[in-house]
């Protein structure tokens, strides 16, 4: 297994929207740090010989509309998709990052393999692990944005029991929950697998003096 060279717009979105994960390098013949990247690819490819995922390459100049749809402004960019979504990337050359977020996507690959829970299933799991349930960057005891401090506030007055999903540990559920809950945005607050909503819909039960009812479910 090597990393594949794109010849058309409909090979690669074969690629990108199969079963198994793609990593694409957005390259050009004329930069020397693409030709760097990719080696490092072909590496992978060998380090990890995962039947989860794949490796491609595409000429960023030869195909600009698919450069346009995913920004991209110079080379190389290595985007990584699930089933068609772009699920991170890395813009430049971080040798580190695009190693440590392949194997990661490589070991959610296997997981998922192993335990045979498509994604949708895995969502609706963690939804309902527990009757009050946050997806927040960072957890209840450390949380890493603004939005999230301030909700994990508010939950705390109410005192109920509740658990909390670090998104950031998680690309693949991060980005998958958007689509599965329709809800763009983090923090997200389940009650009884239920979306409540984010912040401001919190603080409007706060307003309204229902947020302990709703919570309780």
């Known amino acids: 297994m090597s990393v594949l060279n794109v010849s058309s717009a409909e090979e690669y979105e074969k690629y990108i929207n199969s079963e198994k994960t793609t990593v694409v390098l957005f390259a050009a013949d004329w930069a020397e740090q693409c030709a760097q990247v990719k080696d490092v690819l072909e590496e992978l490819t060998k380090v990890l010989g995962s039947e989860k995922l794949q490796f491609i390459s595409l000429n960023a100049e030869q195909y600009p509309e698919i450069s346009m749809k995913h920004q991209i402004d110079a080379v190389p960019t290595v985007i990584f998709f699930t089933k068609g979504s772009a699920v991170d990337r890395v813009d430049g050359v971080d040798i ?122």
């Open 96 to 217: 580190a990052a695009i190693t440590s977020k392949s194997k990661k996507l490589a070991e959610s690959a296997s997981s998922a393999a192993a335990t045979g829970q498509s994604l949708d299933e895995r969502l609706k799991a963690l939804i309902n692990k527990s009757p009050l349930m946050i997806f927040m960057k960072g957890d209840r005891e450390a949380p890493r944005c603004g939005f999230s401090k301030q909700l994990i506030a508010i939950v705390n007055d109410t005192n109920l029991p509740y658990e909390t999903f670090d998104i950031l540990g998680d690309e693949e559920v991060r980005q998958g929950l958007k689509t599965y809950s329709d809800w763009p945005t983090y923090p997200q607050v389940y009650v009884k697998g239920e979306l409540i909503g984010g912040l401001d819909i919190i603080k409007e039960l706060v307003a309204g003096n229902e947020l302990e009812a709703t919570l309780k479910g």
